[in-house]
């Protein structure tokens, strides 16, 4: 008997000729290669080490070198001869330019930033969550003489391992929050985090009603950030503060706190029109 034609025409009775299944692979490798492209744009100019995609999606080897190569082909993706990492490619700027508007947060949360540095003389930053990420989007330098700049416009992190994508996680339902810490378990030990710290931070944010890093992402530092929400209460922002340790006492991290978040719903105001 050919028992590979028995298979088929048994998988054949068994799945009717409409069957989703191909469908839901079709969907399921998308997943798969958008999860690849997000590690890569962490990494930016540099790249990313092949061994740290496979780490951070929790991906086998031969599927990211499957998915890597396919948009390789694409033009999605390049390969530094260099180093060996794999960077985002230069046609994914260029699919961009197909949107060059800001979006309408941007434009909600110009006059804010711009009244919120003034206010308090330190940086500012407007963080956007994308997927499991946080990115920069906006970063507002303040007078005072020295200046944290901790991060880039275009800078993309773990949600949890920033005061930012703490201050999102918190304004999360704790189930969301908790589904997202355990899906970037991985990728915290290269920000020596770890998911019970960030889950407590999340619970610290949340009662103290803004989020904040004692120690921040540049040693010496500390920030504090507010959450700004959309129409429908989902978290999709947070708006920072980074300063050196010295200038964030007691007292004043109040007093900024309370600028943050008066100019937070500001921008959720404009935000609904």
Same mark, same amino acid.
């Given at each position: 008997? !050919?028992?590979?034609? #028995?298979?088929?025409?048994?998988?054949?009775?068994?799945?009717?000729? !409409?069957?989703?299944?191909?469908?839901?692979?079709?969907?399921?490798?998308?997943?798969?290669?958008?999860? &690849?492209?997000?590690?890569?744009?962490?990494?930016?100019?540099?790249?990313?080490?092949?061994?740290?995609? &496979?780490?951070?999606?929790?991906?086998?080897?031969?599927?990211?070198?499957?998915?890597?190569?396919?948009?390789?082909?694409?033009?999605?993706?390049?390969?530094?001869?260099?180093?060996?990492?794999?960077?985002?490619?230069?046609? @994914?700027?260029?699919?961009?330019?197909?949107?060059?508007?800001?979006?309408?947060?941007? &434009?909600?949360?110009?006059?804010? #930033?711009?009244?919120?540095?003034?206010? /308090?003389?330190?940086?500012?930053?407007?963080? @956007?969550?994308?997927? !499991?990420?946080?990115?920069?989007?906006?970063?507002?330098?303040?007078?005072?003489?020295?200046?944290?700049?901790?991060?880039?416009?275009?800078?993309?992190?773990?949600?949890? @391992?920033?005061?930012?994508?703490?201050?999102? #996680?918190?304004?999360?339902?704790?189930?969301?929050?908790?589904?997202?810490?355990?899906?970037?378990?991985?990728?915290?030990?290269?920000?020596?985090?770890?998911?019970?710290? @960030?889950?407590?931070?999340?619970?610290?944010?949340?009662?103290?009603?803004?989020?904040?890093?004692?120690?921040?992402?540049?040693?010496?530092?500390?920030? /504090?950030?507010?959450?700004?929400?959309?129409?429908?209460?989902?978290?999709?922002?947070?708006?920072?503060?980074?300063?050196?340790?010295?200038?964030?006492?007691?007292?004043?991290?109040?007093?900024?706190?309370?600028? #943050?978040?008066?100019?937070?719903?500001?921008?959720?105001?404009? /935000?609904?029109?």
């Amino acid at each position: 008997m !050919n028992y590979g034609v #028995l298979v088929h025409n048994m998988d054949k009775r068994r799945k009717p000729a !409409n069957s989703p299944t191909e469908p839901r692979q079709g969907a399921q490798a998308i997943r798969r290669a958008l999860a &690849v492209l997000r590690i890569l744009a962490a990494g930016r100019e540099d790249g990313v080490p092949l061994a740290e995609v &496979v780490q951070a999606t929790g991906l086998t080897r031969p599927t990211v070198h499957r998915i890597v190569h396919v948009l390789i082909e694409e033009g999605i993706v390049e390969r530094h001869d260099r180093t060996g990492c794999y960077a985002i490619g230069n046609q @994914v700027p260029e699919l961009a330019l197909a949107r060059p508007q800001p979006s309408p947060l941007l &434009v909600a949360a110009g006059p804010s #930033l711009r009244r919120a540095s003034a206010a /308090i003389g330190d940086t500012l930053f407007l963080t @956007v969550r994308t997927g !499991n990420d946080t990115l920069c989007v906006d970063r507002r330098i303040g007078a005072y003489p020295i200046q944290v700049l901790s991060i880039d416009v275009g800078a993309r992190r773990p949600l949890g @391992v920033s005061s930012a994508g703490v201050a999102i #996680l918190a304004a999360l339902p704790p189930q969301d929050a908790r589904k997202l810490v355990a899906a970037n378990e991985k990728r915290f030990e290269s920000y020596r985090t770890d998911a019970a710290t @960030v889950l407590g931070q999340v619970v610290a944010a949340r009662r103290r009603g803004y989020g904040m890093r004692e120690l921040g992402l540049v040693q010496g530092t500390k920030s /504090i950030s507010t959450w700004i929400k959309t129409p429908d209460g989902r978290p999709a922002a947070a708006m920072t503060v980074s300063a050196v340790r010295t200038r964030l006492g007691p007292r004043r991290e109040q007093e900024v706190a309370e600028i #943050l978040l008066r100019e937070a719903r500001v921008i959720e105001q404009a /935000i609904r029109g």
